[in-house]
């Protein structure tokens, strides 16, 4: 058995102990079998979770405080709230490994998650079960890990495509509604410059009907006995 030490710098979060795992297991060189993680402190737990969400913390730990709120408006919930979190999360996990390798997706991480922090020094037990490496045989990734990387990599690759496609068609609508806007604007703009042609004229030939209408009252009255 080996005791590792991990803590966070808030009042809450996650530490990856991924890597503590996989030096323990390349230290006691096991080749398959389980690897046991437990955490005998009352407000910490152990999970398998994404790490590839930079929001992993805040996100984990906003959903379950949901349902488990430290406070309840302005009433203080309890002192064991951060107990019953840690219970429901799990204080030990085991693992699969196969060849020296742990089985986990390919962006899966092994977390100690804190509720009582911030802390520095949570006590993390491992153990082990299984075969032994051979003298001289190295670890190596799984043909059944390697089989699901490139599962998963075709994957977000096929779902990047669809998200790239998606983006393209989206700019290509909004371009053209773009375009149709500013040619609506350019023939609006045109048909305001005929009127505003218009106008004008129509007023100088109203005013040439209005002198000739005086001028012929004035020939009219100037020849009148």
């Known amino acids: 058995m080996k005791i590792i030490e991990a803590g966070v710098s808030a009042p809450e979060g996650l530490a990856d102990i991924t890597e503590q795992v996989r030096e323990y297991i390349r230290e006691v060189r096991l080749k398959d079998g389980f690897v046991y993680i437990q955490i005998p402190e009352r407000t910490c737990a152990v999970t398998i979770t994404i790490n590839d969400d930079f929001n992993i913390d805040k996100d984990f730990l906003n959903k379950i405080n949901r349902f488990l709120p430290k406070y309840n408006g302005m009433q203080f919930t309890g002192w064991t709230t951060s107990n019953v979190k840690a219970s429901l999360v799990g204080m030990s ?3 699969m490994v196969e060849s020296g390798e742990l089985i986990l997706g390919l962006h899966q991480s092994i977390y100690m998650v804190e509720f009582n922090g911030p802390s520095t020094d949570r ?3 491992l153990s082990h ?3 032994t490496l051979a003298e001289g045989e190295e670890p190596r990734l799984p ?3 390697e089989d699901l990387y490139a599962a998963d990599l075709a994957k977000e690759q096929a ?3 669809e998200q790239d496609r998606i983006i393209a068609e989206m700019r290509a609508e909004y371009a053209e509604r773009i375009r149709k806007q500013k040619e609506e604007a350019a023939r609006a703009a045109a048909e305001r410059w005929q009127i505003i042609k218009i106008i004008p004229r129509k007023k100088q030939n109203k005013s040439r009907r209005n002198r000739a209408t005086r001028a012929t009252l004035k020939t009219a009255t100037g020849s009148a006995p």
Do not use: A, D, F, P
């Open 93 to 95: 996990e085991q693992v």
């Open 123 to 125: 006590r993390i037990y």
């Open 129 to 131: 079960m299984g075969t």
């Open 143 to 145: 043909q059944v890990l």
């Open 159 to 161: 779902e990047k495509e």
